[in-house]
């Protein structure tokens, strides 16, 4: 039978616009999820949303929207976000969900009957934003320690949860059980800072507003948002429900990953929760860092966000899984720039990975005709990259299994940049200019290859899009699992080698840059246009159009597009945001069809896309792209090939 793994994410708040912080924690334990299926794991990986509380019921109000639909929209909004990022969770709770929120009441119950809940008064200051209560000398200038907002005196009625009286409990298993909580530095924070400091029992109700999990016996009480929060991990599985199966199976969590800001919540409140429930802990708890524009915590309320959606419709989602996976030191703050994100694609992406595989596969198609012939004739050069493609695997699980996943994307692009440096000793175009070296040849192009498929088979726990296409090149499949699939030799030479388009095509950086700068300040432009309510522009008359020879025409490209998602945008009655597969690849394109079409039709659609139109923001929505269609007196009709010919088709 397989060994379960049960790996968590934070439940998101659904609260602002998504950043590419925001994808983090998410890409990160899809890596790791990913990794230990193909490890032979019975991985459940679980991620969600956390709908309740003071902050989001001011969201709301304050966008004029009834609390629930606003979070459905936003829900709906990360789910689309989750698909674009090929993020592999088994299942997405909502803390609204009926099932948790009935569990959420029992388990309040339940602590409440044994003693560990107990009612009385609650006087001090909350910070909204992070939902914290604070002392006043734990706070900092008289500010929230944390994010250093604004608190608010508070004092209601609430029940409390004995927290103290698990601090002796919980100040044993942080000092004595090394892997409870990761990285080090850490556990010092939490034993210093809360634990060793006094530990006082914790507020976890709340009457000053309404939107939450009703206490069941006191309903003018809702549940505390934390505390309705953390529980998810056990409710997702089913924890006090009538089928309780996955629970037993995989609680307790092997792993619960989040930014070091809400450890606290993880390694001091939520095991003394389950140590009051008589549950088991988890194995795990790791809080890693924050990525970082300039000084500040890119982040939803300041403003400075970098928006995913953007970056993956543009330089395709692996670059971006790529980037969080590769540049961020695991467990540390990371500095997003934009020009780190293209340099980091063009280095690593587009010269090391997708060079290896466009020369390999040019070569074996020049020189043999897309299949490597049997006879080979192997040296000790062959005989290092054999070792270094039999080695790679180990070496990467190792570093998984300590959470180092940029250590874990570094060996293979060691592999990979070695196999290139294997391609300037042996010099392939010379040996086939040679008499008698056909079988030279054909040694190291089959080294070539099983370094690629290697490479391939590693990197779809890591980039699935581009593991898929490497594979795909080298005419044959991905695989579920490592074991047979990841040492020197499986290629039989017969596959159909395909040299395919360019996995990232070559950035030019300077005019990127300015590209990147231009988009930013069109989406701020557009944000602005909509707080003010600004009318949209009057049509013009549309002049007659002139004749144009066919080298105008030429200069259009017109692509065959597959349409991936489809939404509509936020605020526009006319505007739906597609995602578009044009095989080089997924774009984000706006239309104003909404009028004419349902998201939900359009999505499988194949579409003509005019590809180099001038990207330009709609409804503060980047588009990369128009798709065409037909209008007659009845309406818009799309504009689709005769048969399915896949997106990155040409039309000419
Ligand atoms: N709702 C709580 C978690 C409750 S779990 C029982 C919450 N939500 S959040 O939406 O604010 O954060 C979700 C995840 O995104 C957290 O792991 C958080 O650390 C991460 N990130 C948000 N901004 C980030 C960066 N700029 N950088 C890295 N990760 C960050 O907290």
Not at 254 to 275: N, T
Not at 276 to 287: C, E, H, M, R, S
Not at 374 to 398: S, W
Request: proline share 4%; charged share 30%.
């Amino acid at each position: 039978m397989k060994e379960k793994y049960y790996i968590t994410t934070p439940i998101y708040y659904p609260s602002g616009a998504w950043h590419i912080g925001t994808c983090y924690t998410t890409v990160v334990c899809d890596a790791l999820a990913r990794f230990k299926r193909m490890d032979g794991y019975d991985v459940f990986y679980l991620t969600g949303t956390d709908e309740h509380g003071q902050k989001i019921e001011k969201i709301a109000a304050a966008a004029g929207e009834d609390t629930k639909k606003f979070v459905d929209k936003r829900v709906e909004n990360l789910i689309q976000l989750w698909k674009v990022l090929n993020i592999s969770y088994d299942k997405f709770i909502r803390t609204t969900d009926e099932q948790h929120e009935k569990a959420v009441q029992k388990i309040f119950t339940k602590l409440y009957e044994q003693g560990d809940i107990y009612k009385s008064e609650y006087e001090g200051w909350y910070c909204t934003p992070c939902e914290s209560f604070w002392t006043k000398t734990q706070l900092k200038d008289g500010k929230c320690p944390d994010c250093g907002r604004e608190v608010e005196l508070t004092k209601e009625s609430s029940y409390f949860f004995r927290l103290s009286k698990y601090r002796d409990k919980l100040i044993d298993l942080i000092e004595n059980d090394p892997d409870f909580l990761q990285p080090k530095s850490r556990r010092n924070e939490m034993l210093n800072n809360f634990l060793k400091a006094g530990l006082t029992d914790l507020a976890v109700s709340r009457t000053s507003f309404k939107w939450g999990v009703p206490v069941p016996f006191d309903p003018d009480h809702v549940v505390y948002v934390w505390v309705d929060a953390l529980t998810n991990y056990i409710t997702a599985l089913g924890y006090m429900s009538d089928d309780e199966e996955l629970f037993r199976k995989y609680w307790p969590a092997d792993l619960h990953m989040m930014g070091k800001e809400i450890v606290r919540f993880h390694s001091i409140i939520w095991p003394a929760m389950l140590m009051a429930l008589g549950l088991p802990l988890p194995k795990k708890v790791y809080g890693h860092g924050w990525l970082m524009l300039g000084s500040d915590k890119i982040s939803k309320s300041k403003g400075n966000i970098v928006d995913p959606f953007i970056l993956s419709g543009r330089y395709g989602v692996d670059s971006v899984r790529y980037y969080l996976l590769r540049e961020v030191p695991f467990g540390a703050d990371g500095a997003y720039s934009n020009y780190s994100f293209l340099s980091r694609i063009n280095a690593d992406l587009c010269n090391s990975l997708g060079n290896l595989l466009s020369r390999t596969t040019a070569m074996i198609n020049q020189y043999f005709g897309g299949k490597i012939p049997a006879e080979r004739e192997a040296t000790e050069f062959d005989a290092e990259l054999e070792a270094l493609i039999n080695g790679v695997y180990g070496k990467v699980k190792k570093d998984m299994e300590e959470l180092l996943v940029p250590e874990a994307l570094n060996e293979i692009f060691t592999l990979v940049n070695r196999a290139n440096k294997y391609i300037d000793e042996t010099t392939p175009w010379l040996l086939a200019k040679e008499e008698g070296k056909k079988a030279r040849l054909a040694s190291v192009l089959y080294h070539l290859a099983e370094t690629l498929r290697v490479a391939g088979v590693m990197l779809e726990a890591f980039l699935p899009e581009t593991a898929g296409k490497i594979l795909a090149d080298l005419g044959t499949d991905v695989c579920d699992v490592f074991e047979g699939n990841v040492s020197y030799g499986k290629l039989t030479g017969e596959e159909n080698f395909v040299k395919g388009a360019p996995l990232f095509p070559r950035i030019d950086i300077n005019k990127e840059l300015a590209n990147m700068e231009k988009i930013a300040e069109e989406a701020a432009k557009a944000k602005e246009e909509k707080k003010e309510g600004k009318p949209a522009e009057p049509k013009k008359e549309e002049p007659a159009k002139a004749e144009i020879g066919i080298e105008d025409f030429a200069k259009i490209e017109l692509k065959i597009g597959k349409i991936l998602t489809a939404e509509k945008v936020e605020k526009s009655k006319k505007l739906l945001h597609f995602s578009v597969d044009t095989g080089d690849r997924v774009r984000s394109i706006v239309s104003g069809v909404a009028k004419y079409f349902t998201p939900e039709e359009m999505v499988g659609k194949e579409v003509v896309v005019v590809a180099n139109l001038k990207p330009a923001t709609l409804g503060g929505v980047l588009s990369e792209g128009m798709i065409l269609f037909a209008e007659n007196a009845d309406g818009l009709a799309t504009v689709e090939p005769g048969r399915p010919v896949g997106g990155g088709s040409t039309v000419s």
